[in-house]
């Protein structure tokens, strides 16, 4: 763990599997009625029971209706097994192309973190920047990050998720609002679709801002949370 106070932002030697950092906070720097009615039909069967005729009703044939019952449920049975199989295949490709948790091989670095006053809100927020490197042999896309705000005592505080790709210039950044910059930093496609394709070895940008933080917040965590694999 890198201890970080104050006012030190670079905290992050380019440690790839470290992406946890520990900071000191202090002070601030800067329906009519409703009534259902009942329908009801009573049909007058006399007729069909004064005119019957002996014979109309064609007798069973108990091999006949066999039969007719081994094809609906042999149609049935086809049926399942191409729905089964057809499950399987989708799953198949979702776990081919989906990778949830830390089934991945996505690499951060360059972290840094800087707490600012906005200027909207009488808050002191942090900020997290760094990189993340595609090591895979094939391109991904649509990175989003897990991120986590934890008290000295390592309690969750904030939980909260962002694309890469995403970044704000520091300037801008004190005079948004929250719901601005939380509608800026979750767009999937990155600036200029930095999030659409990322190439190996291709760094690319991200950024979370937690807000109001509080004062007994000590440290963060920051994981990738899922990314698609481009199949060429």
């Known amino acids: 763990m890198d201890n970080w106070k104050l006012g030190d932002d670079n905290i992050y030697n380019d440690n790839y599997n470290d992406n946890e950092k520990d900071f000191t906070i202090g002070k601030s720097n800067e329906n ?74 996505v690499k951060l670095f360059g972290l840094e973190t800087k707490v600012f006053r906005s200027k909207v809100l009488p808050e002191n927020n942090l900020v997290v920047t ?43 950044l004190k005079n948004m609002t929250n719901v601005a910059i939380d509608m800026k930093l979750n767009n999937k496609l990155g600036d200029n679709l930095s999030n659409v394709e990322i190439l190996p070895d291709h760094p690319i940008k991200f950024m979370v801002v937690f807000f109001d933080i509080a004062s007994n917040s000590k440290n963060y965590s920051i994981r990738i949370s899922h990314f698609y694999r481009i199949k060429k």
């Not at 209706?65 to 729905?83: A, D, E, M, P, Q």
């Not at 990175?143 to 008290?151: N, Q, T």
């Open 130 to 172: 760094g990189y993340l490197l595609n090591k895979n042999s094939f391109p991904i896309s649509y990175v989003k990050l897990a991120c986590r705000l934890y008290s000295a005592k390592n309690i969750t505080l904030v939980t909260k998720h962002v694309y890469a790709g995403n970044f704000i210039d520091i300037k801008r």
């Open 32 to 105: 009519e009625d409703g009534d259902k009615e009942d329908f009801k039909e009573d049909l007058d069967l006399s007729f069909y029971k004064k005119n019957k005729v002996k014979g109309d009703k064609p007798k069973r044939d108990g091999t006949n209706t066999g039969r007719s019952f081994y094809k609906r449920n042999s149609f049935k049975k086809v049926f399942y097994v191409i729905l089964g199989i057809a499950a399987v295949i989708s799953a198949y490709y979702i776990f081919k192309t989906f990778f949830p948790g830390d089934n991945l091989n």
